[in-house]
């Protein structure tokens, strides 16, 4: 049963950013709380990000990640609110994290730019106090500085590590766990501890059909992991109809199929 939804299509809000096309193929969405408020983070491969208000669908920041040209979108794939109240956003085709002031209104528009080869998954740690962003062959961790009106991202390169494999594709916290992280890439999926800098696989096969290769998504709640990756035989190729547990099962299921990611909603 639907609890609840979200579309910025036909709500002036929002009709700035042209999301009738902007809000093409989302490519992310989570939960966060600030100030008292339940927030969802929002992505879409076509330029659309948005930080919008649980339940109400109130605009806190929204903003069209693009490039210098018409048409030339960054493909966001993941965003995170950060603790003075600005936007992280993981801009996979742009090679880049970008840091939006979203904490100076609603329709800010300035941002910060640090290179990172096909950038897709970003997460705020706030027990390290670092933003770890994973993305080619590379997990990186940033601090965050100037002020919020002129936000900065510094690699903190002592913590930065390798992949053991290739194509990094998502990062989120293991929940339970202060110090271990999800991390995939397009051949496994791992916890990395952060103690030890260790990357440990997860699982040996899933759905019967070999390694954790190619997980889109994956967060758990407790011991229950549900985590999404391609079916293969949908159009673009990349979506899904399924949200699998460790098992393989599939305890729940889009009947038309069209997912990418699904995450616990854990504010």
Request: glycine letters at 12%.
């Amino acid at each position: 049963m639907v609890q609840w939804s979200f579309t910025p299509d036909g709500d002036s809000r929002y009709a700035d950013l042209q999301p009738a096309s902007s809000f093409t193929y989302v490519s992310e969405a989570k939960a966060r709380t600030s100030g008292g408020s339940t927030l969802v983070l929002v992505t879409a491969s076509y330029g659309f990000a948005a930080v919008v208000e649980y339940p109400t669908g109130k605009r806190r920041w929204a903003g069209l990640v693009a490039g210098s040209g018409p048409g030339d979108d960054l493909n966001p794939h993941d965003i995170e609110l950060l603790p003075d109240g600005n936007v992280a956003v993981a801009c996979s085709r742009g090679n880049a994290v970008r840091v939006y002031a979203a904490s100076q209104g609603p329709t800010a528009t300035d941002y910060f730019t640090t290179p990172l080869t096909t950038t897709h998954g970003i997460h705020w740690d706030s027990g390290a106090n670092v933003m770890w962003a994973v993305g080619g062959s590379k997990l990186a961790a940033y601090t965050l500085a100037g002020t919020p009106a002129q936000p900065v991202l510094t690699e903190k390169t002592s913590v930065s590590v390798e992949l053991p494999t290739s194509d990094g594709h998502d990062v989120g916290a293991v929940a339970g766990s202060s110090d271990l992280l999800w991390v995939s890439t397009g051949s496994a999926l791992y916890q990395y501890s952060q103690s030890v800098r260790t990357f440990t696989p997860y699982g040996s096969t899933a759905c019967g059909r070999g390694p954790w290769g190619g997980v889109k998504a994956v967060s758990n709640s407790g011991s229950t992991v549900l985590f999404t990756k391609p079916d293969g035989d949908l159009s673009p190729n990349w979506l899904a109809r399924y949200v699998r547990d460790a098992s393989g099962a599939a305890p729940y299921v889009l009947a038309d199929g069209g997912i990418y990611k699904a995450r616990w909603w854990q504010p």
